[in-house]
């Protein structure tokens, strides 16, 4: 069939402009480009250097370094500051040019002479070439070091778990009830202010922090609310938010009566120091002594801090089992086929299936639905964990004007071959050859159905929900492709299940040859070519969509006999036939009128044409105040903590179905408006997918639309009340009644 060869041309015109970049100019090899030394001139450590040629860079947060030998322990790398640049694929980043210096502190308890180092690394030129990530593997000589027997006790043990670096031998560390002082005092008989002091150049990590009253006592405390910490990346814990200086946090104390008593704080935390030295777990205990109480105050019920729904299906990534997480995902997959992300898969696979007319059979036809949903699912998977590696959805750059036209001509020809306009098919010659090697082969429908299969999880569908979300988070952060993977693949699996049971009833269901099946085929190209202007319309006007759709309801109409006499003998399918055409003929009429009365929305294209001017503003949506950077949406989240107003941010693309879904029936809810009242209303068009669009998405670790994102009034977000994907709107307004 020729129309293979044209899906393929298409693909490569995806990738055309890459490969024309590759061409003018000669890139060098990765080890010419960053050129690798390591010397060590004692044996607690090991000095490395890359000499970087002018016009390439190295990338800070690729760079790492494993030992080879099992003996020698790698301590926290010194890195340099680096260069912030931004780049087009990963956003904000720090990159290294011209040279990279940076010293490992190894602990060598056995004093090995021998160290073998894996170094991982990746660059790109600045000519917009990225260089797959290298993997180094080092062969360093150690010079010879007696053992140390003496010194501070405490310090000695610090240095063999993280290792030593060039300062600690001018300068000791601070033992660690100087570098991390813990305080505690009653603000008042039911507050407690517990503070921790952090020496310059230490700092604590936020998730190592608690507070517990110690002992049996008729006093407990609230959960521990900490403040939002600094983002920092730790070479072992990943992405983590950490406290410097100074971290104070009021505490409610429940009381169970208003006698005096002492209680017994107990702190727990962890800390290091920049220099690469991390101490071990430490608590500190401090003795409160209550007044009497004069009355109990009426606590509310103490309601533990909630996670976003995404936050949640992470949590289950890293703790449940595998077979857990799969069925689970696999579940996430089923719901999500029910959603307008998959349902244009429908006609395209249906197309598939009648297009073999009378050839086909029940296990020709699953085999078919097979292919499909497997190339899609693997397609899916592999998308989504580039995204999540690389922070960008790969999917958006699929939605661009001329790709759309393209795959929208390509499904047009597909409906015409269903008329008989003509009969898409190989050449002789080659359905000779595949007759020869494999009879089931023969027409080769399977290579066809996968690669239709490929196309539709990239162009027709770049749905965003929480499970797909959670599995990419899961991925960034800790770099398990494989379990990730495993997720998005039964996830896509489970989203293609509804289609492999449309494949395994077609061969019975389906009308083998004669009228009837001319007659379904004539069906299904309809459904193609509502499957193109349903792609077209991400990318006309409006109006110029509501047009398209209603000629798709009048022609076919007309085809069903809706404007031809019946004669009196005729049967009840033909009956039945001309009361559909009529209904498709009268809702295209009433589109056309819309039109013309200036409204684009097909489903409702009489909205307005009332006398009742406030039943008309009851259908308007939402006035948002549009932003198009990181800046301004700080700007404006500072002025409306100034009013002392919350604020909702939409993220919004034309491409995504989604999103035109909340701006239809979520949006125009009347109890919805009413709630968002009071409420700074901001959107973020990120249709075109440029610099500013992606460092928006990047800001909130989003993959792109939809997403909603809210502040309270004191300017802080609400992160347990994120939106990720589509609700309606009564799902929306429990959302809106928990801010």
């Known amino acids: ?52 040629v002018e016009g390439y860079h190295l990338y800070r947060d690729k760079t790492k370094f494993q030992s080879q030998t099992e003996t020698i322990q790698l301590g926290q790398a010194n890195m340099p500051e680096g260069i912030s640049e931004h780049d087009p694929s990963l956003g904000e980043v720090v990159v290294y040019r011209n040279g990279l210096d940076v010293v490992l502190p190894l602990i060598n308890q056995n004093h090995e002479t021998q160290l073998k180092l894996l170094v991982k690394y990746q660059g790109c030129a600045d000519a917009g070439v990225c260089y797959p990530p290298q993997k180094v593997l080092l062969d360093v000589a150690l010079p010879s070091s007696p053992p140390i027997v003496n010194g ?44 921790w002091q952090i020496a310059e150049g230490y700092y604590l990590y936020k998730d190592k922090l608690s507070l517990n009253v110690a002992g049996v006592t008729q006093t407990h405390l609230t959960p521990l609310q900490l403040p939002e910490g600094a983002a920092y990346h730790d070479a072992e814990f990943g992405q983590v938010q950490i406290y410097r200086n100074q971290v104070s946090v009021d505490i409610t104390l429940v009381r169970e009566g208003t006698a005096a008593e002492t209680i017994r704080l107990l702190a727990k935390f962890q800390g290091c120091a920049d220099r690469g030295v991390c101490y071990p777990p430490m608590q500190s205990e401090v003795s409160l002594d209550l007044p009497v109480a004069d009355t109990l105050p009426q606590t509310k019920p103490v309601v533990s801090t909630e996670l976003s729904e995404q936050d949640k299906i992470v949590n289950a990534l890293r703790h449940d089992s595998l077979a857990l997480t799969l069925f689970s995902f696999f579940g996430f997959g089923l719901l999500l086929a029910f959603t307008p992300c998959v349902f244009p898969m429908i006609p395209i696979l249906s197309g598939i299936i009648v297009g073999h007319g009378d050839r086909i059979g029940t296990r020709k036809a699953f085999l078919l639905s097979l292919s499909y949903v497997f190339a899609s699912a693997l397609m899916y998977t592999v998308f989504g964990v580039l995204a999540a590696l690389f922070g960008s959805n790969l999917q958006a750059t699929f939605q661009e004007p001329w790709v759309i036209a393209v795959f929208s001509g390509l499904f047009v020809v597909l409906s015409l071959s269903m008329f008989g306009f003509y009969h898409l098919e190989l ?41 797909l979300a959670a599995a990419l988070i899961y991925i960034g952060q800790t770099g398990d492709v494989v379990l990730g993977g495993s997720a998005l693949f039964v996830m896509a699996m489970g989203m293609g299940a509804p289609l492999l049971l449309l494949g395994a009833s077609a061969g019975k269901l389906l009308p083998k040859a004669g009228d009837w099946l001319n007659a379904t085929k004539a069906v299904f190209g309809v459904a193609m070519l509502a499957v193109a202007v349903w792609m077209l319309s991400r990318i006309l006007p409006a109006a110029v969509a509501m047009f398209l759709w209603a000629l798709l309801l009048v022609i076919p109409a007309i085809f069903l006999g809706a404007i031809d006499s019946l004669p009196e003998s005729a049967s009840g399918w033909r009956k039945l036939w001309k009361g559909l055409g009529i209904i498709l003929l009268v809702f295209g009429i009433l589109q056309l009128i819309g039109l013309s009365a200036g409204n684009s929305n097909p489903l409702q294209p009489l909205q307005g044409m009332t006398l009742n001017a406030q039943a008309q503003a009851v259908q308007e949506g939402l006035d948002f105040q549009r932003v198009a950077s990181v800046a301004e949406l700080d700007q404006r989240i500072r002025q409306a903590s100034a009013s002392g107003k919350s604020v909702m941010l939409d993220f919004y693309a034309d491409w995504c179905i989604s999103c035109k879904e909340m701006e239809a029936y979520t949006f125009t809810d009347p109890q919805i408006k009413r709630q968002l009242a009071d409420f700074v209303v901001l959107q973020a068009d990120v249709t075109a997918n440029n610099d500013a669009d992606k460092a928006l998405l990047k800001r909130f670790d989003l993959i792109g639309p939809p997403g909603i994102i809210f502040w309270g009034a004191d300017g802080r977000e609400r992160t347990a009340q994120r939106v990720i994907g589509y609700q309606d709107a009564a799902t929306f307004l429990k959302t809106l009644q928990q801010l």
């Open 1 to 52: 069939m020729p129309w293979h060869r044209l899906i393929l041309l298409c693909l490569l015109a995806v990738f055309l402009r890459t490969a024309a970049a590759l061409d003018g100019q000669d890139f060098l090899p990765p080890e010419q480009a960053f050129k690798l030394t390591a010397t060590a001139e004692t044996a607690d450590k090991v000095e490395l250097h890359w000499r970087i």
């Open 152 to 195: 501070n006790a405490l310090n000695q043990f610090v240095k063999g778990l993280k290792g030593l670096t060039p300062g600690l031998f001018s300068d000791e560390l601070l033992p660690p009830d100087q570098a991390f002082q813990f305080f505690a005092a009653l603000k008042d008989p039911h507050t407690v202010q517990a503070t």
């Open 427 to 467: 050449p002789k010659s080659l359905q000779a050859v595949l007759h020869n090697s494999s009879d089931k082969h023969r027409d080769g429908s399977y290579l066809g159905a996968g690669i239709m299969g490929a196309l539709s999880s990239l162009i027709v569908g770049p749905c965003v929900a929480a499970p």
